[in-house]
């Protein structure tokens, strides 16, 4: 039986902390920059559409802004990841990471002195809407193409529709059931722990967010060094010479 590697072992621990992270920048940016997603697309679009219908709260420019932002951090991370071979995917992801977590500094830098009024401090709510979809995009190219199943730390249709469409109920074998539950939980408890710490301050939630990311981000670099420095240790062990009697 192959021995599951350290980082195999951690990825998916890594994800999940990453899954909290969305929940928690969704709840900043609906909850404290005027009715925006800043991570979740889906929603961006069909609050396009509201705004376009003229719904009131709602405002096209802000998620228009976070839309390209967003793209744009897209664009980032797959041209970060564009071409990498398998055994370094996850040292390109890294690096994607790190910019991810520049972006969320820069975030909680901006934060500081905002007052939570969307129609008050313009540069302000635009720079972190920006900030944060650009986070958030860099993030997704990443992860997808890492494509770890049931693990895309944002979208959760699919993971909500596997959990009941392949269950025994419906004939299936349940596969992947602790993860999927796990994605959903994890963005469940991120977005009321970012609704709550909001309560006291936009950076502080901010801030939170940095603080899981970067401990993912941290324990995908050790795993990976591991796992390279086992791999040259292997690669330069002289194996033994056999000699003929």
């Not at 920048?25 to 929603?43: E, K, R, W």
């Not at 699919?158 to 796990?182: E, K």
């Amino acid at each position: 039986m192959e021995k599951t590697s350290l980082l195999d072992r951690i990825l998916p621990y890594a994800l999940l902390g990453m899954t909290a992270v969305t929940g928690m920048i969704d709840a900043v940016s609906f909850l404290g920059l005027g009715h925006v997603f800043t991570a979740n697309m889906t929603g961006n679009v069909a609050f396009l559409g509201f705004a376009a219908a003229g719904t009131p709260g709602l405002s096209a420019a802000r998620s228009s802004a976070a839309l390209v932002a967003f793209l744009a951090g897209a664009l980032i991370g797959g041209r970060i990841m564009a071409g990498a071979p398998s055994a370094f995917q996850v040292g390109r992801a890294i690096s994607a990471f790190g910019i991810e977590l520049a972006f969320l500094i820069t975030a909680v830098i901006t934060a500081i002195g905002y007052g939570g009024v969307p129609t008050q401090q313009p540069g302000k709510l635009y720079t972190l809407i920006c900030v944060t979809a650009l986070a958030m995009g860099i993030r997704n190219a990443t992860v997808r193409k890492l494509a770890v199943q049931d693990l895309t730390t944002t979208v959760l249709t699919l993971t909500i529709t596997g959990l009941a469409a392949d269950s025994f109920l419906a004939g299936g074998s349940n596969p992947r059931w602790g993860r999927r539950i796990g994605s959903v939980g994890s963005m469940f408890a991120g977005a009321g722990l970012g609704a709550l710490v909001l309560k006291h301050s936009l950076s502080l939630a901010l801030s939170l967010c940095v603080m899981v990311s970067f401990i993912c981000t941290l324990a995908l670099f050790v795993a990976f060094r591991k796992g390279l420095q086992t791999r040259v240790a292997v690669q330069t062990d002289p194996s033994p010479v056999r000699r003929d009697a």
